[in-house]
């Protein structure tokens, strides 16, 4: 068994940003951007902006045409998968923190 794993959310979440951050064909920054757009972040550039901020409100309602800009702008299919892929995780990121805080909150108002 590994000692060296995270132990707390925190730590994974870090751990995960982190590895968004250092792998892919992408540009770093964009990569970030888009993850912490994700999260709840600054808007992105176009047409990346668009397909984050429908990721993160209702992924199933993704169209097509979004797909083919981010297609288009980012070059290949997989650079355009790795930039939804961050979009996703800063959205799951964002989603877990808020449910720990609710269930944090539920636990103050119930002692």
Do not use: C
């Not at 800009?69 to 650079?79: C, F, I, T």
């Amino acid at each position: 068994m590994r000692t060296d794993a995270p132990e707390s959310h925190a730590e994974h979440a870090e751990a995960l940003s982190a590895r968004v951050a250092d792998s892919g064909g992408t540009d770093r920054e964009l990569r970030l951007a888009v993850l912490q757009r994700g999260a709840g972040g600054a808007a992105v550039p176009e047409p990346y902006d668009d397909l984050v901020r429908q990721i993160a409100r209702d992924s199933a309602r993704v169209t097509d045409a979004q797909v083919d800009a981010v297609l288009r702008a980012a070059g290949s299919e997989k650079n355009a998968f790795e930039l939804m892929l961050s979009a996703a995780i800063g959205t799951g990121l964002r989603r877990w923190d808020a449910a720990e805080a609710a269930i944090e909150g539920a636990a103050d108002a119930s002692a």
